[in-house]
């Protein structure tokens, strides 16, 4: 289904040639409109839902057809990552309707088209450009077929033409038409039965073909052929192929006035220049690694075993700042070994060993400090419970991880920052998707709702999506027996049980009308399941 073209400087991207007329194939004049028609019925005046999964898969299974079976695509272990990746996603999306699946979805689609226009790319950063350049380049291309000929202004005279000679038999006719609707009642009679008719067809189709609705059509048609339609881009592809997995040896660049000296006084400088260089990183991995030691230490013997908060210890303070701060120093951490490893320093055979093991050290102390944070969080969530943001810590907390052993990865295999980056973006790309899998709302609603946590901040589970609404009517013992707060322009505040149980009524009631008069395509399983699920008496009032 690739669009490819033989005009010289199409792949370099040559201004003076003209971006030629797309030819599509069969397949794609059929299956572009019946999408847009598709897209239309699914998602005007809908949620993203059940119509993602349904949409997904009519332009996975279009754009796998007009694949050959031996297309490059089907080796490409991007292409066949991404196409998992937006399956699962577009079917999280109809299971949970949460944010976080969406984004996984739109995140897998894009790079899934970048894959199958490129195959060989290994950046997912670049198979998005990708994907987003060919949609800019084939909508336009598209719109273009939709033009009018070019010869048609003859054809408009000769309507013209022929139009004209019809306006006096048309004039007669309305005339005896009045005349004959004044002398015959019957005829009259059945004449406006046919002109209300005609009123409410005509009614009807402006109310369907509004222009909103027009405008949300031509977006359809335009996502469609985005999605269906590739042009071929080289620019990302030809930019990832300049770099490499591994760091080769460089000839130290120096001034002009350095090589007209002897040779012998050349080497000698640049060997001077590696030395140096060498020393400072010895010296400052050597003096991070003792203040890293003594940090470590502290936390160790304070945090990691009986940690136990005393009274008036302000654990917000202690997680919040402390751990922006130390995340903060893992990412400068990390940066100064790749500073350090950027270049020659890597065949700096003298002192390299030692080196490695300076550098190693260090990257372990972070891993040991990034367990810190992890301990840091987790005495927050056990005394104040579970929030995004908590958990998002902990993704995060595996991505640094992830990034900590492909630095060592760097240092002992003489890894590029390319590979680096290629590695923690695919890494960031399956955790992404990773943490569209998890039901997080049931989760953090059903951790803080037990009886262990007495202050409850009940105001977040109430602005919780629906399908958490289950698990509060289910428990109405916390409105009274815990202390409810709520944040208020940061800053917290007690919540009348009453006023809390109110709001739990109007969410339900909501949530009842809403569901109720919800279409098929905005249809999930967890809002369907818990429609289901919902106790009857809670329809009556708490």
Excluded at 107 to 123: D, E, V
Excluded at 207 to 227: K, Q
Excluded at 332 to 356: D, Q, S, T
Excluded at 414 to 436: F, I, K, W
Aim: positive net charge; aromatic residues 14%; charged residues 15%.
């Amino acid at each position: 289904m690739e669009i490819f073209t033989n005009i010289p400087g199409a792949r370099a991207g040559a201004s003076s040639v003209a971006a030629p007329r797309l030819s599509l194939t069969t397949l794609q004049k059929v299956a572009i409109p019946v999408g847009a028609i598709w897209f239309y019925i699914l998602f005007w005046e809908e949620r993203p839902a059940l119509n993602v999964l349904l949409y997904t898969g009519f332009v996975l299974v279009v754009g796998l057809a007009g694949l050959p079976r031996r297309a490059p695509q089907w080796r490409s272990g991007g292409f066949q990552l991404t196409l998992a990746g937006t399956v699962l996603s577009a079917a999280l999306v109809a299971w949970y309707g949460s944010a976080v699946a969406l984004l996984a979805w739109v995140a897998s689609s894009a790079m899934w088209l970048g894959y199958r226009n490129q195959p060989h790319l290994k950046l997912v950063v670049y198979a998005l450009c990708t994907a987003v350049s060919s949609a800019s380049r084939a909508v336009p291309r598209l719109a273009q077929l939709m033009l009018l000929p070019r010869n048609l202004d003859g054809r408009v005279e000769r309507v013209w033409f022929y139009g004209r000679l019809l306006i006096l038999p048309l004039v007669a006719l309305l005339v005896f038409h009045i005349l004959f609707a004044i002398a015959n009642p019957v005829y009259s009679e059945i004449t406006g039965r046919v002109l209300d008719i005609i009123g409410e067809w005509v009614e009807a189709f402006f109310e369907i073909f509004s222009i909103p609705r027009f405008l949300f059509f031509v977006f359809g048609l335009a996502l469609t052929g985005a999605a269906l339609v590739l042009v071929p881009v080289h620019y990302f592809a030809d930019q990832e192929s300049r770099f490499g997995e591994f760091i080769v040896r460089q000839r130290d660049r120096v001034a002009s006035f350095a090589v007209r000296r002897p040779d012998f006084r050349a080497k000698r400088f640049r060997a001077l220049d590696l030395r140096k260089e060498y020393l400072v990183a010895l010296s400052m991995l050597g003096l991070v690694n003792v203040l890293l030691l003594i940090v470590n230490g502290i936390d160790i013997n304070w945090i990691w075993f009986g940690f136990t908060p005393a009274p008036g210890f302000d654990l917000t303070q202690f997680v919040h700042e402390g751990t922006y701060v130390l995340i903060l120093s893992i990412l400068v951490a990390m940066g100064i070994v790749l500073w350090f490893f950027r270049r020659n320093l890597n065949f700096y055979e003298r002192g390299l060993p030692r080196l490695r093991w300076l550098a190693t050290v260090w990257v372990l102390q972070n891993a040991v400090l990034a367990v810190s944070v992890g301990l840091r969080n987790y005495y927050y969530i056990l005394y104040t419970g579970l929030a995004y943001k908590r958990i998002g810590v902990y993704f995060f907390l595996l991505l640094t991880f992830f990034g900590l052993a492909t630095v060592l990865l760097k240092i002992w295999q003489r890894r590029s920052a390319y590979s680096l980056v290629r590695l923690n973006m695919l890494a960031a790309y399956v955790l992404m998707v990773g943490l569209a899998c998890g039901n997080w709302e049931i989760w953090i609603a059903r951790y803080n709702l037990r009886p262990e946590l007495h202050e409850l901040d009940y105001g977040f589970l109430l602005d919780m999506p629906d399908r958490v609404l289950p698990i509060l009517a289910a428990h109405p013992e916390v409105l009274t027996q815990r202390h409810l707060v709520h944040e208020h322009y940061s800053s917290w505040i007690t919540l009348n049980p009453d006023v809390a149980a109110q709001r739990l009524e109007r969410r339900l009631a909501r949530f009842k009308a809403v569901q109720g008069a919800r279409k098929w395509p905005s249809y999930t399983y967890t809002d369907w399941q818990a429609y289901q699920q919902m106790p009857r008496w809670v329809w009556h009032g708490l």
